[in-house]
């Protein structure tokens, strides 16, 4: 009997360190989509839970006479606030604009409350039978090991594709409740007084009634929130593993109605004035030879577009991480009408990978003809890497900004020499380099990290109303390539041969400045709140 009830606490020790550890990630992966900065929204939130879990544990001392039910108390609390802490922390940011000081009292909570159930299940646990406190601290920091390895590999397998962020922590919230209240009513029911237990019972009650209430209202919860967020009505939202994707459509009174896409809260395009941006993007660089062009990001299918429009383009590859854009962009009406269908022009083959192993692997890889595509459009997915060792005459890189670890790697000197080595001879490089004046270390700091990979830059800049002063790089081996038209260049709305001549100067105010390259062991991280960059 000793041998099942040692037993039953440590598998409880397993679950409530899977569920702690759900709750960490959690906590990050909302500050990730909210917020951006990976790195810092990681670093508070597990500096403060790791403190308050001392806190904790120090605070708990003086309650472990009454173990049993102290330790039940705490699961039902932590149930509570970690079941609701992504839906608080959401409502915190969307309506209060309180992210930072809430997410800052929640993780410490949070780790308050985790702290406490070590000192109780040791003593829990040494009721069963003494031991050694070395030998009983062994077998309890084990099972709080491994319970952490299965909550840390559940987070991204599990709950996030199958439940999300704010339905998978409620779902985590009654697994601790359960779990903490049946070690206590099942093995130590004996300890608990009638008027304890009935406690327990009413408190049990009450905090699956309102995480039941929760999750019943979470989708509708999210949808509100969410709107909250956009001045114009959402036409679609969709969360993916990589990103949070959100298209919205503005009534039109009187004109064209303003279509924008979002990722991660962050604005990608809007179409009262896309045309500016890409056609800024995309016809200096095909001023060069395109006969096989390479697209890195644009998953909107919008440069694209403007791509397609050359008929000598023989070729086009385009490289996406998500293949839940690029379906967006082939699918949704308002998406096609804007791309004109770009995504069933039989050039083209789409490649779903992450763009810099795509590169790098390629690197290795002799050139290979492109597959056929399907009479539905392009069907292609093309293998990783295949064809990319000095094969393109143009290499347009249109990724989101790099607010993170992970987009920060295509921003770095590495990548870039892995761009260069997929030119062609004579081939050319574009960059959508973020505002020169908005954020202008940010600007040279691309600009550097691109001179750094051995290429010449020619930066130049275009009004987009919605974005405002935007920057682009085009680079080349050897010298600096002159931005201009190609002669056979179609029909443009914006972009003739005098804008393109003055997007060149630059004001007094805004000339180069001397950053330093980014890499890998180096990245340097949009900060999004004052529109600058930090070295991590």
Request: glycine share 8%; hydrophobic share 50%.
């Amino acid at each position: 009997m000793k041998r099942f009830s040692r037993a039953f606490v440590l598998s409880t020790v397993f679950v409530v360190a899977a569920c702690g550890l759900v709750y960490e990630l959690a906590l990050v992966a909302l500050g990730s989509y909210l917020i951006g900065d990976t790195v810092g929204q990681a670093s508070v939130v597990l500096a403060v839970m790791v403190f308050a879990m001392g806190v904790g544990a120090f605070a708990v001392k003086p309650l472990q006479r009454r173990a049993a039910a102290t330790f039940a108390a705490v699961e039902l609390l932590l149930a509570l606030c970690g079941g609701l802490s992504v839906l608080g922390l959401y409502a915190a940011f969307a309506w209060l604009d309180l992210y930072t000081p809430a997410l800052i009292v929640v993780a410490f909570l949070l780790g308050l409350l985790i702290g406490a159930e070590i000192p109780l299940l040791m003593v829990l646990l040494q009721r069963i039978r003494r031991q050694e406190a070395g030998e009983a601290v062994s077998d309890l920091f084990a099972a709080d090991y491994v319970g952490a390895l299965l909550g840390g590999l559940a987070f991204p397998f599990l709950l996030l594709p199958f439940f999300g962020l704010i339905q998978g922590a409620l779902v985590v919230g009654a697994l601790n409740a359960v779990c903490g209240l049946a070690l206590v009513l099942g093995l130590f029911r004996a300890e608990l007084s009638g008027r304890s237990r009935a406690a327990l019972a009413a408190g049990c009650v009450v905090v699956f009634a309102i995480l039941s209430f929760g999750y019943a209202v979470s989708d509708d919860f999210e949808t509100t929130a969410r709107q909250q967020l956009y001045k114009d009505p959402i036409v679609h939202a969709e969360r993916t593993p990589y990103q949070d994707i959100v298209v919205t459509r503005s009534v039109a009174l009187g004109g064209a109605a303003d279509v924008r896409l979002y990722l991660n809260g962050d604005l990608q395009f809007a179409s009262v004035d896309e045309y500016r941006y890409h056609e800024a993007l995309v016809h200096p660089v095909l001023a060069g030879p395109h006969g096989r062009v390479l697209i890195i990001g644009g998953g909107d299918g919008l440069a694209l577009r403007e791509v397609l429009r050359y008929p000598d383009v023989r070729s086009a590859t385009l490289v996406e991480l998500d293949p839940a854009m690029i379906r967006l962009a082939r699918t949704n009406p308002l998406l096609r009408e804007l791309n004109h269908d770009s995504f069933a022009d039989p050039r083209l083959t789409v490649v779903n990978a992450d763009a810099f192993t795509w590169l790098r692997d390629g690197a290795r890889t002799p050139p290979r003809p492109h597959p056929t595509p399907s009479a539905t459009g392009p069907s292609s997915t093309a293998p990783a890497g295949a064809g990319t060792a000095g094969s393109y005459d143009a290499v347009i890189v249109d990724l989101p900004d790099p607010d993170s670890p992970a987009t920060a790697k295509l921003y770095s000197v590495e990548f870039y020499g892995l761009v260069a080595h997929a030119l062609a001879p004579g081939g050319r490089m574009v960059v959508q380099a973020g505002s020169p004046y908005f954020a202008p270390r940010a600007f040279w700091t691309i600009d550097a990290s691109v001179r750094e990979a051995g290429l010449a830059t020619t930066p130049y800049h275009a009004d987009v109303p919605s974005f405002g002063d935007w920057g682009y790089l085009l680079a080349a081996p050897g010298e600096a390539p002159t931005p201009a038209l190609s002669p056979d260049a179609p029909p443009r709305r914006y972009l003739d041969g005098a804008t393109l001549a003055a997007a060149t100067t630059f004001p007094a105010d805004r000339r180069r400045l001397d950053m330093p390259p980014s890499t890998l062991t180096h990245p340097t991280i949009v900060d999004i709140v004052n529109g600058e960059w930090k070295n991590y």
